[in-house]
């Protein structure tokens, strides 16, 4: 087809005159094209080049020091943008690499886009052990939304296209885009070339509800004695914040917010649930999911967390469901009033036609505001003990202060105990700054999480982050120095996962579940230039907290925190398979 392209050029100029671009530069321009503009990235063959220009062209190209990293951030760049975060990696072993990113982008819904050079086709497809030989486009096919390749230059423009397409539209996801390196420098008339270029029109077009389903689902929550709206991060990446807001305050139920759509509305918010989670799952009899899937961390939406007698029976509520996936519904739980759209169309309907609705039943928001209130009394008074050694809600009490002074810093955590705590104490104020392990719980989108939302946002960074959970991502803390950028790291360190107190039966080595005893991971920091402090005290913490914020360098917090304080995998131990057989 580039031969085609050559031949279809304007025969008003010689053939040696023309202008001539190549697959560099249409992928640039393609990029460009469509607003990509920052690419998280590793360099290398095939693609080591392609950076530089890309770079010289005016895009951001963000160099990491390992593909996973630079793909997590291209996926959370997807969430808090709508727009597909791009990656970019070189052949197999950097493909794979990054293909954990791109597999957690499509089961979070992300939009992300992998972009990896592959080595020769006709040697890869003849197995003939090219360097870095593999068939990529094989391999990401089952783990993501879409994976295309582009063997032609004039096709570059088609293929970003449909990519930007497949990971933005519907479902958002990861998609694969495979480019074997003989693309690069193939050469097509710069005029054909351009005009071959898409620039994507709607990329994520309205999905409008059906008028009988809005109408259900207005029935279903206007039966509802005890209603309960549950915010999901699919309601955070819709971006239709001021809807979501009318829809809930109208409605007067409570509601609450999955980990990341805290903030959504304020978590201090007078109908905010999150103080009584257990209660309003158990008591709802309507629930209506907006941008929540009924999976694990709902409880599959059955069993006693929803007032079902046993572990997996139905608790008898009904449920209304928001989402843009039409085959979510009835995944765990039967779904009465399904209502498929995007978010911010169905909120948009349901607001449109909602007309007078009174207010929840005395009786049921009562309920509710007591057991908030409980709960908050008997987290004040733990969070105001100040033990030695500093505990998990001593350090947290402190971060959960600096957050509220600073509701538009990007809020980054990961971990078990560093997670769970951490979400339970750290309020929110705003939508989508609270980012984390989503999904899977998956270690390791720390550092990326922070450069991603430093770049995105262009405000501080804080993150919470476990030491174990920490370390699946720390060298990226030269990318942090390296870009100069407001990120403030808290290593919850406990010396270990989940506890640092485990020893080995036999005496041999050190439990799977220990790291070395008071390790030190504020001189990482310091290698690199950026600031690492040490604090064994809240008040240490504070002042840390404070000057990082002040000064804007990057710096790394090591919060000595007592290795007894953690419970076995935080929240979740349930999850933990017990042994059939006893010793
Ligand atoms: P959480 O973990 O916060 O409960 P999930 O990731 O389980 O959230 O669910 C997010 C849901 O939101 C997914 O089912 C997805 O299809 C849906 N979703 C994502 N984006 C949109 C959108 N723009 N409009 C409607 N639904 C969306
Ligand atoms: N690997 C990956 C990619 N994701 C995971 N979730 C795990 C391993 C298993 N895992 C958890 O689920 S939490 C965790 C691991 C290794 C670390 C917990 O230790 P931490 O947090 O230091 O980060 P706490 O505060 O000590 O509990
Ligand atoms: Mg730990």
């Given at each position: 087809m580039a031969e085609a392209a050559l031949k279809e050029s304007p025969?008003?100029?010689?053939?040696?005159?023309?202008?001539?671009?190549?697959?560099?530069?249409?992928?640039?321009?393609?990029?460009?094209?469509?607003?990509?503009?920052?690419?998280?990235?590793?360099?290398?063959i095939p693609i080591t080049d392609f950076g530089r220009m890309a770079q010289a062209s005016g895009i951001r190209v963000l160099s990491f020091r390992h593909e996973q990293n630079a793909g997590y951030a291209a996926s959370i760049a997807g969430f808090l943008t709508k727009k597909p975060g791009v990656c970019l990696t070189v052949s197999a072993p950097g493909f794979l690499n990054g293909l954990t990113a791109l597999a957690h982008a499509t089961t979070n819904c992300f939009p992300m886009i992998l972009i990896s050079g592959s080595s020769e086709r006709e040697i890869v497809d003849l197995q003939q052990g090219d360097y870095e030989e593999m068939d990529q486009l094989a391999i990401a096919k089952p783990l993501c939304k879409a994976a295309f390749r582009v063997l032609h230059a004039a096709d570059i423009g088609i293929g970003l296209a449909r990519a930007i397409r497949a990971a933005v539209s519907g479902r958002p996801g990861g998609v694969?885009?495979?480019?074997?390196?003989?693309?690069?420098?193939?050469?097509?008339?710069?005029?054909?070339?351009?005009?071959?270029?898409?620039?994507?029109?709607?990329?994520?077009?309205?999905?409008?509800?059906?008028?009988?389903?809005?109408?259900?689902?207005?029935?279903?929550?206007?039966?509802?004695?005890?209603?309960?709206?549950?915010?999901?991060?699919?309601?955070?990446?819709?971006?239709?914040?001021?809807?979501?807001?009318?829809?809930?305050?109208?409605?007067?139920?409570?509601?609450?917010?999955?980990?990341?759509?805290?903030?959504?509305?304020?978590?201090?918010?007078?109908?905010?649930?999150?103080?009584?989670?257990?209660?309003?799952?158990?008591?709802?009899?309507?629930?209506?999911?907006?941008?929540?899937?009924?999976?694990?961390?709902?409880?599959?939406?059955?069993?006693?967390?929803?007032?079902?007698?046993?572990?997996?029976?139905?608790?008898?509520?009904?449920?209304?469901?928001?989402?843009?996936?039409?085959?979510?519904?009835?995944?765990?739980?039967?779904i009465d009033a399904p209502l498929v759209g995007d978010i911010g169309s169905c909120v948009a309907a349901l607001l449109k036609e909602i007309g007078s609705v009174s207010k929840p039943p005395a009786e049921w928001l009562n309920a509710v505001a007591e057991k908030k209130k409980g709960n908050v009394a008997k987290m004040t008074e733990t969070l105001a003990k100040n033990p030695t050694p500093m505990n998990f809600h001593s350090a947290l009490n402190v971060v959960r202060d600096i957050v509220k002074a600073n509701p538009d810093a990007m809020f980054v955590n990961e971990g078990a105990n560093a997670l769970d705590f951490t979400r339970s104490i750290v309020d929110m104020?705003?939508?989508?700054?609270?980012?984390?392990?989503?999904?899977?719980?998956?270690?390791?989108?720390?550092?990326?999480?922070?450069?991603?939302?430093?770049?995105?946002?262009?405000?501080?960074?804080?993150?919470?982050?476990?030491?174990?959970?920490?370390?699946?991502?720390?060298?990226?803390?030269?990318?942090?120095?390296?870009?100069?950028?407001?990120?403030?790291?808290?290593?919850?360190?406990?010396?270990?996962?989940?506890?640092?107190?485990?020893?080995?039966?036999?005496?041999?080595?050190?439990?799977?579940?220990?790291?070395?005893?008071?390790a030190r991971y504020d001189r990482l920091m310091e290698a690199f230039?950026?600031?690492?402090?040490?604090?064994?005290?809240?008040?240490?913490?504070?002042?840390?907290?404070?000057?990082?914020?002040?000064?804007?360098?990057?710096?790394?917090?090591?919060?000595?925190?007592?290795?007894?304080?953690?419970?076995?995998?935080?929240?979740?131990?349930?999850?933990?398979?017990?042994?059939?057989?006893?010793?």
């Open positions: 025969a008003s100029a010689p053939e040696d005159e023309r202008e001539l671009t190549d697959g560099f530069h249409l992928i640039i321009d393609a990029l460009k094209l469509n607003g990509l503009t920052t690419i998280y990235g590793v360099p290398g694969y885009l495979d480019l074997p390196a003989k693309l690069f420098g193939q050469v097509m008339d710069a005029e054909a070339g351009t005009k071959s270029l898409v620039k994507v029109i709607d990329a994520a077009p309205a999905q409008i509800p059906a008028p009988d389903a809005v109408k259900r689902a207005l029935d279903v929550l206007k039966g509802a004695k005890r209603p309960l709206i549950i915010l999901g991060k699919g309601a955070a990446y819709a971006q239709a914040d001021d809807a979501i807001r009318a829809l809930v305050e109208k409605s007067g139920a409570p509601f609450l917010p999955m980990s990341m759509a805290k903030g959504l509305l304020s978590d201090l918010h007078p109908q905010c649930a999150g103080a009584a989670r257990s209660t309003v799952l158990k008591d709802a009899d309507v629930v209506m999911l907006i941008g929540a899937r009924l999976n694990w961390l709902l409880s599959h939406g059955k069993g006693k967390t929803w007032g079902g007698k046993g572990h997996k029976d139905w608790g008898g509520q009904k449920f209304i469901q928001l989402d843009i996936s039409p085959q979510e519904a009835d995944s765990n739980v039967r104020y705003k939508p989508r700054k609270r980012i984390d392990v989503g999904t899977w719980g998956i270690m390791g989108v720390g550092m990326g999480y922070c450069v991603a939302a430093a770049v995105v946002s262009g405000q501080q960074v804080i993150a919470v982050e476990g030491d174990s959970a920490f370390g699946f991502s720390g060298m990226e803390v030269e990318t942090v120095c390296r870009y100069d950028l407001p990120v403030c790291i808290v290593v919850m360190n406990n010396n270990g996962v989940y506890k640092g107190t485990d020893q080995d039966p036999t005496g041999r080595d050190p439990a799977p579940t220990v790291f070395v005893k008071g230039g950026g600031v690492g402090v040490n604090a064994a005290t809240p008040a240490e913490l504070r002042k840390a907290m404070e000057e990082a914020i002040r000064s804007k360098k990057p710096t790394l917090i090591n919060a000595v925190i007592d290795e007894t304080a953690g419970t076995e995998s935080g929240r979740i131990t349930s999850l933990n398979p017990t042994a059939g057989k006893k010793k």
